[in-house]
């Protein structure tokens, strides 16, 4: 079908090469920067080992990996194939990248935050009726809130990989089983324990302030201001040869997996997109941080912001400092303060952000769980 997005053709779907949608090829020697800023050198071939290494250790059919300096995606690399027997992929290559989606959600709400539309303590019922009365973990839970949704801190029980598998679950269903009451592991604003369910409700909060779709007020707000050309919630949105394929072990070879359609748990996990798109979107959060230290309020900056300390059910690293946080993970660093970072799998894709005040990494490729 043609692609109606900006920077497209109407009637081919291709994308055009000006200079606002021009993407970089494969070449390892792509787009150096001229001051090398945030670059030591011999940091991009170190780079490059690394991404072969582990492009040979994992086997998954195709990655590309790019890295952001100075504001710019400064070096782009494709390893392997697209689709089995297809082409290298390269920065224009769309993946989809699944957990990372949540900070485009996070990002939303605080958008609504500035907006007026809403407050971040406001409980998260009064946009999702379905909530209203919901049995919590104690008789004196605090009521769930959005800030505890963005926060995962809502108490809700680690849900993977349950959540991957109900992506495309229609709207009507997703209603009926919150009305059904959920489970609680914690009271709510007491431990972070990562949960999908909680960035699927986040969804319906976004609709319900933006009086639109969700993907609607992503598109408008997010992807279309920051010429996001190739990041969407449908493979269907995008031409063919430009769609990385996702694919599980299948014994000795690989078997494709058709990607679920958008449905109430796309804002956790739906989004598609490629390297030039990511890295604009996480030389934002790069940029978001100034040296030494962890930044005051902004919206991207509190979208990386430190929260309550995680449960050791899951995580194992409290002692490193690691904490939940909105549609990341900030930890502390010595260079730089702190890094700011998304890694994320379902089936068939996986991806990963990372970004510090010099620099950010970005990686997606076509196979996951567990592949990130």
């Known amino acids: 079908m043609p692609d109606r997005r900006p920077g497209a053709d109407p009637e081919t779907g291709a994308l055009d090469d000006s200079p606002g949608n021009k993407t970089l090829d494969a070449s390892p020697e792509t787009a150096s920067p001229a001051s090398g800023d945030g670059l030591a050198p011999g940091g991009l071939a170190a780079v490059d080992t690394i991404a072969e290494n582990f492009q040979a250790r994992h086997g998954q059919p195709g990655l590309a990996y790019g890295v952001v300096a100075g504001g710019s995606l400064v070096h782009a690399r ?8 297809g082409p290298a992929p390269d920065a224009g290559t769309v993946f989809r990248i699944a957990s990372m989606t949540k900070s485009f959600t996070a990002a939303a709400v605080l958008a609504l935050r500035d ?5 971040l303590d406001d409980p998260a019922e009064e946009y999702v009726p379905e909530l209203r009365g919901m049995r919590l973990a104690t008789a004196d839970s605090p009521l769930i809130s959005i800030r505890h949704l963005l926060t995962m801190t809502a108490g809700f029980p680690t849900d993977d990989p349950w959540g991957d598998r109900q992506q495309g679950t229609p709207a009507e269903e997703f209603s009926e089983f919150l009305s059904g009451g959920v ?3 914690w009271a709510p604003g007491t431990r972070f324990e990562y949960s999908n369910l909680g960035y699927a409700i986040l969804g319906r909060v976004v609709a319900a302030a933006a009086g639109s779709g969700y993907p609607e007020f992503v598109r408008d707000r997010l992807l279309r201001p920051l010429g996001l050309s190739r990041t969407g919630f449908e493979a269907a949105d995008f031409p063919t040869a430009q769609l990385a394929r996702g694919y599980s072990r299948d014994g000795a070879g690989w078997a494709e997996l058709v990607p679920d359609p958008y449905g109430a748990f796309a804002p956790m996990g739906g989004v598609f997109s490629c390297l030039h798109d990511l890295a604009r979107w996480v030389g934002g959060f790069a940029a978001a941080f100034p040296r030494a230290r962890m930044p005051p309020a902004g919206r991207i900056r509190w979208a990386a912001r430190p929260g309550v300390r995680c449960s050791c059910r899951r995580w194992g690293r409290c002692s490193a400092g690691r ?4 549609g990341t993970a900030a930890q502390p660093i010595t260079a730089s303060g702190f890094s700011s970072r998304r890694t994320a799998s379902m089936a068939g894709s996986s991806s990963t952000a990372a970004a510090t005040p010099a ?8 196979r996951g769980p567990g592949s990130a």
């Open 183 to 185: 489970s609680f592991a």
């Open 115 to 119: 907006d007026g539309a809403l407050a």
């Open 323 to 326: 904490r939940g946080s909105w």
């Open 78 to 85: 494709g390893l392997g194939e697209r689709w089995l027997g």
């Open 359 to 366: 620099l950010a990494v970005t990686c997606a490729g076509t």
